[in-house]
């Protein structure tokens, strides 16, 4: 056991698999001598050499594009997108192929790569660094799509998404890259993919959120138990596949959701939720699911991201609406 | 500039002085003769016999599409000097990297006509290619399949494997970011590649010099530090000497090469297209002459090892491609579990309700009959 | 008032445009001489110039980003992208970019430009010939997305989206480009974005549809009536902003809903259109709101389309679940 | 190859050659009397002021950070050479389309300094350069930029405007596929642009070794058909030449070029950066005997031009710029409007209901307390 944060667990994963099988490579923008601008490949590149951990040139498209080729080929790769807005420049590898390689070739080629990147606001960032696209990405068909709210769930989910045969984006809530701490095991693990997590049980209100809105969410349910609410916590863990048994049964037995997400709402993982519930639990459902999410804004810079980020506050404000609805 | 250990050809046909490489010329005679390629007259009958199928597949296809038999098609009618040549330096450990306008080397790597004929009729088992090894679908997405080529040459290299891979683009498409993305990405990592450019003269409607103000496309190479050169793409043993020195440049280790082959689409980019509204007739009829099928045959007849009987052989292919086109539209029925299956490796849960829905609607719907 | 198409409509407005303001201009692939591979710029090239009407480099990331350019420096581009699978090599400027322009500038560029591109299956095309991206769009801040369903609603849509500040990501549905023909006016008009349609009145469910998907809800709403059902189709027509007051109003009057469109069904569009019915209706709800949409999976080449396309027959056994219920 | 209407410097510095324009040397000895710009001593000394103004400002701005009154800052340290000489030859009627390394630039352009630090204080009011015409945002995410210059150019051309763009993008850039798409278009359309790659040798941790395999930057101009020119950022006058004389090239329509402008980052990525993980000693201290300041000043010295008191002028300058810092900081506190209002140009209904349900929430907040 060692007490590992989100970055020190992720480069831990990294580092099991690195050593276990020499198909994992690493590679992206300052993923080595620097070991990341958030260090999680760090001192990667020294323990495996220059052709396992390495810096690509600066182009998301040819990083992402490369590591199909590379999928398709033999190996594992991972790769590393700086922040939140610069996937976008590999959307198109993403969408077109990435997510698609497998289906076309009907099989003959799996796709066993990985596409991390650091995500969310709350650092109190530059434009493009704040994003939370998980949404986007989970509407293409053929991805996974994971995030992390613990290093242990960052480190078992990062073995399981090396191992997948199906391409993986897993996006890290860099705000708590290192603000959460924990003894997770040195050895091998896995958590399998697509499998939410009741984090806490509760009865009046069911709470679905992910990422760094795990800890905001706690915050609340603390005030919300105060006021004499109980609520159940659900880490959503996996964006896609996404865990409809798991939030079915727990809106059936609460019958009432709130989704906590950072990203814009409309349009977003908190409407699928809301589908979900309906789908799931409709006659069991007492008050309209509701949506602690982003504005259909640009994540504003600092002196504007404290009207954009969800506050502990604003999550217990709409647990108390919904149960007194 | 121009690197010390590169094959002569690309210091003799240097891009930056927009020369082209030619073997013959227009009639068939050989006007380079040293640079005539090692190749015996079999492999010359071959060579040609291949390009004819490509050509006479191209046309079947073409009419089972007029005939409302086949969604439509792209043929590649001109092109075949190019796609053949390819084919006989790709090996069966190396990898193609395909486009969408490569059929002849599709074939020569083991595609059968059926297997096209299935994708052109709208089924992803044809476009799988999944008999033949070492050889990606075809990409529609334009640009995007360089950028795998590069990465399967990391794992080549990675590997050390002794494999090339061969790449293709059209002259539209050197316009895209991956593009350029891609041949960066290669120099730098010194991989084992050679990307062709099909310069056919237009993307769709629009001519090449609406797409680039370079004077070639060969001298992109330059921007990403790796080397070009300008071929005749209507000149088979060019093409063939181009394909063969980048191939043991890269076996070498020594790392990717840009080929511009300068050729002519002679027909119409796909079936649904009509070039008459934005190229115009004489053009056509100038680049028919100097069509690779004719070039060739006319060489082959002034070295007098011409011994095809056009006709005959038509009608034999004719008859074997009809086979594979029936046989195609005969291929059992595309299945439910076709559009499901093979989305991931372990089918989610989530994913499994929606097939099930539908069979669900399925049974309703056959119910009610 | 001519005969029109929505091919023919659309064309007409840009033609209006084009000639009273100087400050449009058209450019994409093919679209000068060629006229589009669907001719919706015919004839524009030959008549006002290849200055105002062009052929540019294949490229979309270029095409839209050099669109905003000139938007903010006095001109209003329509760029056309040749598909809907060619919209993501430009997501980045997209989403980076043009959605964001005047935000980041704060207000000082106004982005005046329409991207425009036929989307949609039930054309046996080939792989990215027949994707449905609306919700990827809609889900960024800072665009509108517009969808029209009929010639006439295409063109006063299109007058609306070229004379809009805002940039207009503007959706024409390939599949019924000229299926469907109408009297228009050869006038000028324009219809208000964001606003949509109550096509039908009806009393026993909601349907909510748009483009090629508004006649195959027609179709199955003759096969509801046939069976007794009163069904009310909404025209979406704008995917964001999203006409909330439209759809509560309706919702709330029939309890029951209906989402009908071609995107793969989950965080889609559909799923917004269920959290909103949730959160405007709740009270009113007798069934739980459903999509029929388009499953998660790439959209089939011909032979597979037909699994995956969606028949009246499929939309009225919906309703009739749902009416059921 | 290389255009007849080419200015002459285009071709005596031929990028293929890997040969790079220098007027002065490290020196501060003129090495090419007949390309000196025509500067008069004044002039000149006002662009050393400048330059010293924003090395300066960068300095402050590194500290404001270190003390923990601003957020992450990207100092220019090294570079001004090039910023300065650009904003000499970029007119009021000209458009600049920055990166994010080029304060030097925008300063001239009429940004204030108070805009800067409010843009790294977190507030787009910084960001937005409302106050100057004709100058783009901030471009954050990289290459992207260059697009938008390109359009820029169409709409002057389309208008028959005698204006130019100014745009910068840095060498890890142009690995990006809009750089070269970018450049493609310009090219194509003939648009009146200066494109600048300020190779200040790495992009972040990477060194430009690990961008690209082309001998140099400029050269990169040939794929796309553009006049292309390396040269020594850190000479202040073989800068302003190569702007002087492509802003004349481009004025008289005569399309767009490309200037590498050969440099070196002296100080960190970002205030978060910590270059001695990825670089040598050595190399900062060799660069830093070059510095683009220093080579002036010895110029000057050299000329006998030099009467500035260094002491004095940046105890001047530092209180300017720092009044400037705390109006800053005391700039009125960001609203809510403020994350709202400038998405659209009218205000969707929803987004209302969106803005509504917020300030309910703070009114239930502050009624809690
Ligand atoms: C990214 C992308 N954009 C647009 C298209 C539509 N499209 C198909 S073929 C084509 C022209 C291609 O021209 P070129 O690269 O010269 O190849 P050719 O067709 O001549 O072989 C276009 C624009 C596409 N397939 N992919
Ligand atoms: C599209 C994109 N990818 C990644 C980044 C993160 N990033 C910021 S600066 C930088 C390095 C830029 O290097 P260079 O272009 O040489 O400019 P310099 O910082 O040296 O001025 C990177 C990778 C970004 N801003 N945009
Ligand atoms: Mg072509
Ligand atoms: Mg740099």
Redesign the pocket.
């Known amino acids: 056991m060692s007490v590992m944060t989100i970055v020190k667990a992720i480069n831990n994963a990294l580092d099991i698999k690195l050593n276990e099988d020499r198909s994992v490579v690493i590679y992206g923008?300052d993923v080595g001598v620097e070991g990341g601008v958030f260090r999680v490949t760090e001192g990667l590149q020294k323990k495996y050499g220059v052709e396992r951990v390495f810096d690509s040139p600066?182009a998301?498209s040819g990083i992402v594009g490369t590591a199909l080729g590379m999928a398709v080929s033999g190996l594992r790769p991972i790769v590393e997108l700086?922040?939140d807005g610069?996937t976008y420049?590999a959307f198109n590898q993403i969408a077109s192929n990435v997510s698609r390689m497998q289906n076309r070739s009907r099989g003959k080629y799996t796709v066993p790569m990985v596409i991390r990147f650091p995500y969310g606001g709350g650092v109190n960032a530059l434009e493009?660094h704040s994003d939370s696209p998980e949404a986007l990405f989970a509407h293409l068909p053929g991805l996974k799509v994971v995030i992390p709210s613990t290093p242990h769930d960052a480190k078992g989910l990062m073995i399981s998404a090396i191992e997948s045969e199906d391409p993986v984006i897993f996006m890290e809530p860099k705000r708590i890259y290192r603000a959460i701490k924990q003894e997770v095991t040195d050895d091998k693990f896995s958590i399998p993919l697509g499998k939410a997590k009741v984090i806490q049980e509760g009865t009046d209100v069911t709470l679905v959120a992910f990422g760094a809105m795990i800890r905001e969410s706690q915050k609340a349910i603390e005030m919300a138990k105060e006021a004499g609410i109980s609520v159940e916590l659900i880490d959503l863990r996996s964006i896609y596949p996404i865990d409809r048994q798991t939030i079915g049964e727990s809106v059936r037995k609460t019958g009432r959701m709130i989704i906590v997400a950072e990203a814009h709402e409309s349009f977003s993982v908190g409407s699928e939720l809301i589908a979900i519930a309906n789908e799931e639990a409709f006659l069991h459902l007492e008050a309209p699911p509701r949506r602690v999410m982003g504005y259909d804004t640009v994540v504003p810079l600092a002196q504007g991201e404290k009207y954009y980020i969800i506050s502990p506050e604003r999550i217990f404000y709409e647990i108390e609406k919904t149960v007194n609805f | 500039m121009i690197q010390d250990d590169l094959p002569a050809i690309f210091r003799d046909f240097n891009p930056l002085e927009d020369r082209m490489l030619r073997v013959i010329d227009d009639e068939g005679n050989v006007i380079n003769k040293e640079l005539f390629p090692e190749l015996d007259d079999d492999s010359i009958i071959d060579a040609y016999k291949q390009m004819y199928y490509e050509r006479t597949a191209d046309e079947m296809a073409i009419s089972y599409q007029r005939q409302g038999r086949m969604y439509t098609f792209t043929p590649n009618l001109g092109q075949e000097a190019i796609h053949i040549a390819a084919g006989m330096n790709i090996r069966k450990e190396d990898w193609l990297v395909p486009a969408f306008r490569e059929m002849g080397t599709l074939l020569s790597k083991g595609v059968t006509m059926k297997e096209m004929f299935l994708f052109y009729l709208g089924n992803e088992h044809g476009g799988s290619f999944k008999n033949v090894s070492k050889t990606l679908p075809i990409a529609i997405s334009i640009g995007t399949q360089l950028h795998h080529a590069t990465g399967i040459g990391y794992s080549i290299k990675y590997q050390k494997k002794n494999e090339a891979v061969f790449t293709f683009i059209g002259d539209g498409g050197t316009s895209e970011g991956d593009f350029s993305e891609a041949l960066n990405f290669a120099g730098v990592w010194q991989v084992p590649i050679i990307f062709t450019i099909q310069n056919n003269q237009y993307a769709i409607s629009v001519p090449v010099k609406s797409q680039t103000k370079s004077v070639n496309l060969a001298v992109k190479s330059v921007a990403f530090g790796i080397p070009g050169i300008k071929v005749d793409g209507n000149d088979f043993f060019a093409m063939y000497l181009a394909y063969k020195t980048a191939s043991e440049y890269a076996l070498s280790g020594k790392g990717p090469m840009l080929i511009e082959a300068y050729t002519y689409r002679l027909g119409a980019h796909t079936t649904s297209d009509d070039p008459s509204k934005y190229r115009k007739k004489e053009e056509e009829e100038e680049w028919a002459l100097v069509d690779p099928l004719l070039r060739l045959e006319r060489y082959m007849k002034k070295m007098d090892i011409w011994n095809i009987d056009k006709e005959k052989l038509r009608d034999e292919y004719k008859q074997e491609i009809d086979a594979q086109f029936v046989s195609a539209e005969k291929e059992k029925a595309y299945k439910i579990d076709d559009i499901f299956d093979y989305m991931y490796t372990d089918m989610p849960e989530d994913f499994k309700r929606q097939k099930g829905a539908y069979e669900q609607f399925l049974s309703w719907k056959e119910n009610r009959k």
Chains 1, 3 share one sequence.
């Open positions: 923008e600066l998301e700086q922040f610069f420049p493009h």
